[in-house]
């Protein structure tokens, strides 16, 4: 049985309604990857579930690579980062749309220490060709590797860009849906399928920057939170904020130094101050202190 080529998924010529399908069997595409090439159409379907991936990703047990981007790192993703027990390294992709006055290394350091991650952290950015050329070392030195981590993190436009594949590659997710085996010199690329973490939206415009100064008397509302109360607070966000004065009583309230308050796009520095917010806030030490 043949397998797409954009997309890994095994093809078949019976149910239109079932991934994979493609009316000639003859065809290099899916007629889902077909579509989202070509017409950019975002078709949903089910894809396998992270613990699976992993699993697979165990399994195969070769040098892995795990991508995410900025805004997506947490918790969540990071304990899916340690349940790889290859040799890894942790890979931070779309560089470019991080604000230039971030610095990486210090970031590098930062999420070292906060989440307790002993291997390399790379920053890279697949569209503007920034640090390849330490990926390709590790393939050269490994000759087969994983490239596996967090749906829509540019997984698959990494490989396309350093082994000019011809992998189906989109803004939504779940593009690739099963693992993909690429001839590299003399081993093989394994691009993956995303794994999905709940609640992050995926980083696809520059990180806004927000510096303000908070007044208990101005709500600031991102998204679903509201926050208010003294201090300031700088916001990197993919997406914006409105601010109005209000008369909303906020239950929730905090004391931050140096912390960031998670968010579902994004993050809030907090150097010292008193944040009130409407609903529980997820706090972590700050990456950019
Ligand atoms: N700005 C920026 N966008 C990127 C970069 N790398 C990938 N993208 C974009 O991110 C989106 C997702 O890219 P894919 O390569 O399809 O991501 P993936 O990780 O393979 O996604 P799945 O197969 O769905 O898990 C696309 O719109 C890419 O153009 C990058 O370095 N910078
Ligand atoms: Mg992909």
Do not use: W
């Not at 078949?12 to 290099?28: A, H, P, R, S, V």
């Not at 099963?178 to 609640?199: A, H, Q, V």
């Not at 908070?214 to 939170?225: C, M, Q, T």
């Not at 509201?226 to 966000?237: A, D, E, M, P």
């Amino acid at each position: 049985m043949s397998k797409c080529i954009g997309c890994g998924v095994k093809l078949q010529n019976t149910n239109k309604e079932l991934k994979g399908y493609i009316n000639d069997l003859n065809n290099k595409y899916c007629a889902r990857c077909f579509k989202t090439i070509h017409y950019n159409e975002n078709i949903k379907v089910d894809n396998l579930n992270n613990i699976d991936i992993i699993k697979k990703i165990n399994k195969l047990n070769y040098y892995t690579i795990f991508i995410t981007d900025l805004l997506s790192l947490n918790q969540e993703l990071i304990d899916i980062y340690k349940e790889i027990n290859n040799q890894k390294i942790l890979v931070i992709n779309k560089s470019d749309l991080i604000p230039s006055n971030l610095i990486l290394n210090h970031l590098q350091d930062n999420l070292k220490k906060i989440y307790h991650i002993e291997e390399d952290i790379i920053f890279i950015s697949a569209k503007d060709n920034f640090n390849l050329n330490i990926i390709t070392n590790i393939i050269n030195k490994y000759q087969n590797i994983i490239i596996c981590g967090e749906t829509s993190s540019g997984k698959s436009t990494l490989i396309n860009k350093i082994s000019n594949s011809i992998l189906t590659t989109s803004k939504y997710n779940n593009t690739t849906l099963d693992f993909i085996k690429i001839k590299y010199n003399n081993g093989y690329i394994y691009d993956s399928p995303g794994l999905i973490i709940n609640s992050k939206k995926i980083l696809n415009n520059k990180i806004n920057v927000y510096a303000k100064k908070l007044n208990n008397n101005f709500i600031y509302s991102i998204d679903n939170l509201k926050i208010s109360g003294l201090g300031n607070i700088t916001i990197f966000i993919d997406g914006n904020i409105t601010s109005k004065k209000e008369n909303l009583k906020l239950n929730y309230s905090y004391e931050l130094n140096n912390q960031d308050i998670l968010l579902n796009n994004g993050f809030i520095y907090v150097k010292k101050g008193i944040i009130k917010s409407n609903q529980e806030l997820k706090i972590r030490n700050s990456i950019i202190k």
